[in-house]
């Protein structure tokens, strides 16, 4: 009851010197009621999560579910541009670019659990990549779009070999350090990369003589290549692998007792992670034909890591997801400039407080943050393991 209280008084004073005091009033008013809606909705959506989880028992009948609802969704993914003006189809687009970054990152963060904040440097050496064998060596987009991603992959093999034997916020700062030398080299490397002015007239993809120039056809190949890396991080989360980079996450020392090479399995991870981003920076080159420093921030490794955490650390929809909702959000509110960032500020912190598992969270990740649902679990386990060993003993 206390934090119902507490986050609307406490953005009713971030917002006094922007409204007033009537204004921050009415928005601390506004806030309070949307807590309570919150609540209620969070319990509501609890006994829907419970009523799920029985029917989920129902083999066959959930199969056929999740079949029929992902064969609906690519229906309406591959007509969505028939409904949409320029504008609206680049800012899929865009969204489309940040589900390939923040599908990356989450093996690195989400699986291996290594904090990086230096993701954004890897895009960067694939739009880099090819920008100059583009206007330089006239070379195609399809050969270096696994260029791009090799490259990224080395770049994530240099950096992660020295310092992935560090931990927790020693390997985020080691990370963002490198994604900073990153920006400023390509910013002062003039003869090469054009300095601050970048670099311009990089070539766009074709096909059969066919060159992609449309929003239309690069809204279709981001389409692709989402379907594919989800399909692929999908099936590595499946896998040994994936197991690894679990258990790595939950407890490192353990992991390494079992006989995972954990040294291994995080270069792995981040070598991967890498090269997926490598890839989108190759296609954000081809469809903007034109990179600077400045598009590599490292408030977009900040955004992006905010797409995983918000939308559910481990969980690919969840992932999905949030690169949506935080890539058309602040597009939404420009209307609002000067209190776009409180805004989205206000609700990355609501979240937070009343949904830490992220929007679509993997359900190891809300037993770590709910203890008592991993203690009714442990309970039923123990019950079931009883019964069935009772059943054995007669």
């Not at 609206?88 to 904090?115: E, K, R, T």
């Not at 003869?191 to 239309?216: A, H, S």
Request: with cysteine; charged share 15%; hydrophobic share 55%.
């Amino acid at each position: 009851m206390l934090s119902y209280l507490l986050i609307p008084a406490w953005f009713t004073i971030l917002a006094l010197p922007f409204l007033g005091f009537s204004g921050s009033f009415r928005l601390g008013a506004a806030l309070l009621a949307c807590v309570v809606a919150v609540s209620i909705a969070k319990t509501q959506a609890t006994l829907l999560e419970g009523l799920y989880q029985r029917m989920e028992r129902l083999k066959g009948w959930t199969v056929k579910f999740n079949r029929s609802g992902m064969v609906l969704l690519m229906i309406f993914l591959a007509l969505l541009p028939l409904g949409l003006n320029r504008y609206s189809i680049d800012i899929a687009i865009i969204a489309g670019i940040y589900i390939v970054l923040a599908l990356g990152l989450n093996i690195v963060v989400g699986l291996a659990g290594l904090l990086a904040l230096g993701y954004i440097s890897f895009y960067a050496v694939g739009a880099y990549a090819y920008a100059l064998l583009s206007t330089h060596y006239h070379v195609s987009f399809w050969t270096v779009l696994p260029i791009g991603g090799l490259l990224a992959a080395i770049f994530g093999l240099l950096l992660g070999a020295p310092t992935l034997r560090l931990r927790g916020d020693y390997l985020a700062i080691v990370t963002l350090g490198f994604g900073e030398i990153t920006r400023i080299i390509l910013n002062n490397w003039d003869k090469v990369t054009g300095g601050p002015n970048g670099v311009i007239g990089i070539g766009r993809p074709e096909i059969f003589g066919y060159t992609l120039n449309t929003p239309e056809a690069f809204y279709y190949l981001i389409l692709i290549m989402i379907i594919f890396t989800a399909i692929g991080v999908s099936r590595l989360n499946e896998s040994r692998i994936g197991r690894a980079w679990i258990g790595i996450r939950e407890d490192e020392v353990a992991a390494e007792a079992m006989g995972i090479n954990t040294t291994g399995m995080k270069l792995l991870a981040f070598s991967l992670g890498a090269a997926i981003a490598g890839i989108a920076g190759v296609f954000y080159a081809a469809k903007i034909s034109f990179v600077s420093p400045e598009s590599f921030t490292f408030l977009e490794s900040i955004i992006i890591l905010c797409m995983v955490v918000i939308g559910g650390i481990g969980s690919i929809p969840g992932v999905i997801l949030g690169a949506v909702v935080l890539a058309v959000l602040p597009e939404s509110l420009r209307k609002f400039q000067d209190y776009r960032m409180l805004a989205f500020g206000a609700s990355m912190v609501t979240m937070m407080v009343f949904r830490p598992q992220g929007l679509l969270g993997a359900s190891s990740r809300r037993r770590e943050l709910e203890p008592a649902d991993e203690r009714t679990l442990e309970h039923e386990d123990e019950s079931l393991f009883d019964v069935k060993r009772g059943e054995k003993i007669e």
